[in-house]
C-alpha cells in the first residue's frame, strides 16, 4: 500500500484510505440501478428533480459530546448540533454535521476529505474516549428540490415533512417506504435523503414510481 | 397506532420506529454464583404480567436506537410517561395519578452519566 493511503496516529491507531487514488473506477451505490432502470430526463413538466450527490465522504463520530464538538469546530470550522436531531453546516453547504442520537453524529464532507478529516479528528481527540467511522462506502446521498418534493414525501413516510413541523436545519432518522433513511432539510427548497447502499436501489425505484405524477426527473 | 415520545430524540414518533423489549427494572444479580436455582431462574425467565400500570423497555429502532423506558396502562394502551435509562418512573401501581413531590425528589437521583453525553 502506497504512502498516502495509510496513516499511524499519535495513538497508534491505524487507519486506510478505503479509496485510495487509483485506477480502479468507482461507482455510486446507484450506477447499476441508472442502467437498469433508467433515469427520466428532466422536463419542463418536472416537479420533482432527484439529484444524486454520489462519492461524498461519509463519517460517523461517537462519544462525548464536549470533546466531540471541539475537534469538530478545530477541524471544520463548525461544531456539532447540540439539539436532538438537528443538522450545522459550514456557509457553502459542502460540509455538514447531523445529530443522529445522544452519542453520535453524522459528517459528511466533499469526497476524498474524508481520509485527512478522519487523521485530523484523531490528532485532536488524543486519547479521549471516541470512535470514528468511514462509512462512505456504506450509504449515499440524494438530493430532493422542486415544488411537489414535499408531497413526495408526504407519500412515502408517516413523519411529519410539511414545513411547520420540519424547520430548515432539521434532520431526522425515520421510516421512509417501509424501509429507513435519514432525512434532512438544509434548504428552503431541497432535501436530502442519506440511503443505505442496499436499500439504494429499492428506494431509487420507489422516489420514480412515486414521482411518476410530478413528471419527477433525475439530474446528472 | 401509538404516538410514543423518544426522551433522547425529544418529539413524539410512529409506533413503528419503535419496538417493545419486555418487562424494565430488571437487575441482574450482584453475585451469581451465590444465587439459588429459584433466584436465577426468576431473574433469567420470569416477567411480570399485570393488569394496569407496567413498566418496559423500548427502544427506537429506527431513530435514534437508543433504549428507554416507558410505563403503559396494560388495560387502556395509555402511555402515561417515557423516561431515560437509569432513573425511575413517576407513575407506578403504588402511585397511579402520579407520585407525590417529596417521593420524587427521593425516586429522581440524576444518573451518572458519561462526561459530555448528555448535552
Known sequence: MSEHTSATTA???NMYDVRPTTEVPAESPLAWSYHHTGHPGVS????VVIRERAMLGHVVLRGGAIVLDEAVRQVLGFGLPA??????????????????????????????????????????LGDAHYA???????????????????????????YDVH???????????????????????????????????SFADYLYRWLLDAGQEYAIGVDD | ?????????EELREEEEFHPKGQAHITRPADPDACSDEEWGDYLFFRDNPRGIHHEMWVHAIGC?????????TVTYE?????????????????????????????????????????
Request: aromatic share 8%; hydrophobic share 35%.
Open chain 1, 11 to 13: 495513538t497508534g491507531i
Open chain 1, 132 to 158: 470514528i467511522v468511514n462509512v462512505s462506502g456504506g450509504q449515499t446521498l440524494l438530493e430532493l428540490e422542486g415544488e411537489a418534493a414535499t408531497e413526495l414525501l408526504m407519500k412515502s413516510t408517516p
Open chain 1, 44 to 47: 419542463q413538466r418536472s416537479r
Open chain 1, 163 to 197: 414545513p411547520a413541523g420540519f424547520p430548515v436545519g432539521k434532520g431526522v432518522t425515520t421510516v421512509f417506504a417501509k424501509s429507513n433513511l435519514i432525512l434532512r432539510r438544509p434548504a428552503e427548497d431541497r432535501w436530502e435523503l442519506v440511503l443505505r447502499r
Open chain 2, 79 to 119: 402511555i402515561l410517561e417515557t423516561y431515560p435509562m437509569g432513573e425511575q418512573p413517576r407513575f407506578t401501581a403504588e402511585y397511579p395519578e402520579g407520585k407525590p413531590a417529596d417521593q420524587l425528589n427521593d425516586a429522581q437521583q440524576e444518573p451518572s452519566r458519561q462526561e459530555g453525553v448528555h448535552v
Open chain 2, 65 to 73: 436506537r437508543k433504549f428507554f423506558n416507558v410505563t403503559r396502562n
Open chain 1, 83 to 124: 439539539r436532538p436531531n438537528t443538522l450545522n453546516q459550514d456557509p457553502s453547504g459542502e460540509r455538514s454535521a447531523q445529530w443522529l442520537s445522544p452519542d453520535e453524529w453524522l459528517v459528511i464532507v466533499p469526497g476524498g476529505e474524508e481520509f485527512s478529516l478522519e487523521a485530523k479528528l484523531r490528532e485532536a
Open chain 2, 1 to 9: 397506532m401509538l404516538h410514543i415520545y423518544c426522551p433522547y430524540c
